[in-house]
Each structure stands twice: as C-alpha cells, then as structure tokens.
C-alpha cells in the first residue's frame, strides 16, 4: 500500500494476514511469531475511513451524518457496521446490497426474501 498502512486481507486471495515478524528500526532485533493484527489495523478502507470520520467527529453521530449526507439511521447503521467488523463479525448483507444484487440478476427473488428475513 501507498500509504504505508497494512493491508488488512490478501492480496492474492483476500483471507486475513497474520503478522509473522517485527523488526527494531534502530537495532535491528527481530522478534518472530505469529500475531494477529488488531482489530482496527484489520478493517477495510471504507470502514477506516468511517472510524476516521467517526472519531474527527468526536464521536458525535449527528455530524457523522451530517458529513456522509446520508439520513440519521443510515449514519447509524454504517456505525453499527463499524463496530461488527471491529468485533470480527460478519455483517449481515444491508437491505440495499441484496436490493442491487437482485436488480443485477445476482440472486432470485426467492434468495433475496431469505437474506432480507435473516435466514440465510
């Protein structure tokens, strides 16, 4: 990456990375194992860029919003999207995303009803 972050999955296959090496930039001491990256350095560019937005805002969800122009519970569930990924869950695919893989001809009607109610 350009910017000298991360990456936060697989450039090859998109699994997660694991930290296998730290490096002293003065002495040189190495120290080998294998590490999880934090939670924070694992997330995507979009929910990154969203904590970012999240914490200039002081933690202040009204200007969060205000800043994506996007409605409050819009704001809000991006949010709680956030906090999955911190966590490690998978989110669940948001209504608007099953909505376009249906109107792409992704998944049937029937698929879609079965992601909107949760079962699948």
Known sequence: MSDGSLPSKCPSCGDRLLVVKLQCVSCGTEVNGEYDMCPVCSLDEEHSALLKLFLDS??????????LSVSYPTARLRMEELFRALK????????TDILEKLRTGEIDVE???????GEE
């Open 88 to 95: 490690g869950d998978v989110p669940p695919a948001a209504p």
């Open 111 to 117: 698929t879609a009803e079965r992601l909107l109610s």
């Open 58 to 67: 002081r933690g202040n969800l009204k200007e969060v919003q205000r800043k």
